[in-house]
């Protein structure tokens, strides 16, 4: 476990995965981060990569090979993710190929992310590079859950989520096996506001495409924190809980779930980045807190 403080925050994360657990105001001494009971969801913020959700029959075809890969890729409570640096205000973690990851994934990757700590602002940098002499094909993203409702006293339907902009973004639907569907539902009750409640996600997570907004903000009807996600080099956003549970994931995504009728071809999946080779890719999210 390694932390990072100053005057308004102090940070945790755990070595493995690179996994942000903690997020603690030093003002209100308030815990912003889900405790990841494991009788409802056992994390707290798992790393996306190479791929965003599920895989049609858990698995990609690429230059007549299939690999398998895990759900949301093989970061999360990844042990083989190490600390690179550590400063006074930053951690930077990273996990580079080997044979073993080869043989799931075909490409000469290097993950890194390094967290930051400015005032009440934590910052995630992503970064990859493509060691490989071909393009590279991956998805990216961060699955962090926040606790909700953050007060005794409230409930999770005190609880609203506001963007930055006016939306008419519909969710697309998910099946029950992790699949992105072809129906669209509406989301949003005002034009910036989605209310939370005990049946929000009895569909699985909200699966949002061309949002207009580069910012998210969790709030409450009864108090007066502000969380915001700032998103802008992610084009999609998940928003997911447990049903009944007491947080919410706001999940900045480069990439998506495989859709239902996906012929399994990597290179056909949608929301992938391309990297050519020698390059490198860099993409950024940030978590602030207001008091």
């Not at 994360?13 to 997020?23: D, H, N, P």
């Not at 992310?113 to 002499?133: A, F, M, P, S, V």
């Not at 949002?211 to 998210?216: A, D, E, R």
């Not at 080779?277 to 999210?285: C, E, H, M, R």
Request: with cysteine; proline share 4%; net charge negative.
């Amino acid at each position: 476990m390694y932390t990072l403080k100053n005057k308004y925050l102090q940070v945790k994360v755990k070595e493995k995965g690179a996994e942000l657990c903690s997020i603690r105001s030093l003002i209100s001494n308030k815990e912003y981060m889900w405790d990841a009971n494991p009788d409802v969801w056992a994390s707290h913020a798992p790393n996306l990569f190479p791929i965003i959700g599920c895989l049609k029959n858990d698995s990609f075809l690429y230059q007549g090979k299939e690999y398998s890969c895990p759900k949301h890729g093989f970061i999360r409570n990844n042990k083989d993710v190490s600390l690179i640096e550590k400063t006074e205000n930053t951690l930077t973690f990273g996990l580079k190929y080997n044979d073993h990851y080869l043989k799931i994934y075909p490409f000469l990757f290097e993950y890194r992310i390094k967290y930051i700590l400015e005032e009440n602002k934590l910052r995630l940098e992503h970064q990859i590079t493509n060691h490989g002499d071909q393009q590279m094909l991956f998805s990216l993203g961060g699955h962090p859950g926040f606790k909700c409702p953050l007060n005794e006293g409230e409930k999770y339907s005190d609880y609203y989520l506001e963007f930055e902009k006016p939306e008419t973004a519909q969710t697309w639907s998910v099946q029950k096996d992790g699949l992105i569907g072809k129906e669209t539902y509406p989301v949003f009750s005002e034009p910036k506001i989605i209310h939370l409640h005990a049946h929000l996600f009895d569909d699985d997570a909200l699966v949002l495409k061309n949002l207009n907004s580069n910012k998210v903000s969790l709030k409450s009807k009864r108090s007066n924190q502000v969380l915001s996600v700032e998103f802008k080099d992610f084009p999609y956003l998940g928003i997911w809980a447990k049903p009944n549970a007491e947080y919410v994931c706001i999940e900045p995504w480069i990439g998506i779930a495989d859709s239902y009728d996906s012929d399994r071809s990597f290179e056909n999946k949608e929301g992938l980045i391309r990297l050519n080779a020698k390059k490198s890719f860099d993409a950024a999210y940030s978590i602030c807190i207001e008091e």
